[in-house]
């Protein structure tokens, strides 16, 4: 018994190629969809990124403008160099650099607000009279025994 080949004939060869011509036709149409929506999120970004852009340069042209006019220069001398206009008199305020009490490393807050980070003690040898209106010191190491093992100064 020999194994044959089924016929092929015109009609299978027409066939098979239509079923070629078909996927070929398939494969270049998903291809150019595919590079269709490629473009059209680079577009996207694009437009995105003009548009960012447009926002910027608006904000740079406005920013140019004030510092070319007059408001900004006489804001600037004022600041800078103290100047003042004629019949103004300049007031300079002596404010204190920090805004509240200052906190310590590991110092609750309650301690900062009410100063209680450390043991407040009297002046040594002043009588109760003395003390009444004399403020409170703090003694000379208040954060505990020192390092060293030392009971302190005697």
């Known amino acids: 018994m020999r194994f044959r080949l089924p016929a092929f004939g015109p009609a299978q060869m027409v066939l098979t190629l239509a079923i070629l011509l078909l996927g070929l036709f398939a494969y270049a149409f998903l291809q150019t969809a595919a590079q269709a929506y490629r473009l059209r999120e680079t577009e996207r970004t694009m437009f995105d990124e003009v548009h960012g852009l447009r926002e910027q340069r608006a904000e740079l042209e406005g920013l140019a403008a004030y510092l070319e006019s007059d408001e900004y220069v006489e804001a600037f001398a004022r600041q800078q160099f103290g100047l003042v206009k004629p019949g103004e008199t300049l007031v300079v305020v002596d404010a204190p ?10 110092e609750r807050w309650w301690e900062a607000l009410f100063d209680t980070a450390a043991p407040l003690t009297p002046t040594p040898g002043a009588s109760p009279e003395d ?3 004399a403020p409170l010191t ?3 190491d ?13």
Not at 97 to 106: A, D, F, L, Y
Not at 143 to 151: C, F, L, M, R, V
């Open 97 to 106: 650099t920090t805004s509240g009490p200052v906190r310590r490393p590991g």
């Open 131 to 133: 003390l009444k209106d």
């Open 138 to 140: 703090l003694p000379a």
């Open 142 to 154: 208040a954060s505990g025994p020192p390092a060293d093992g030392t009971a302190g100064d005697p």
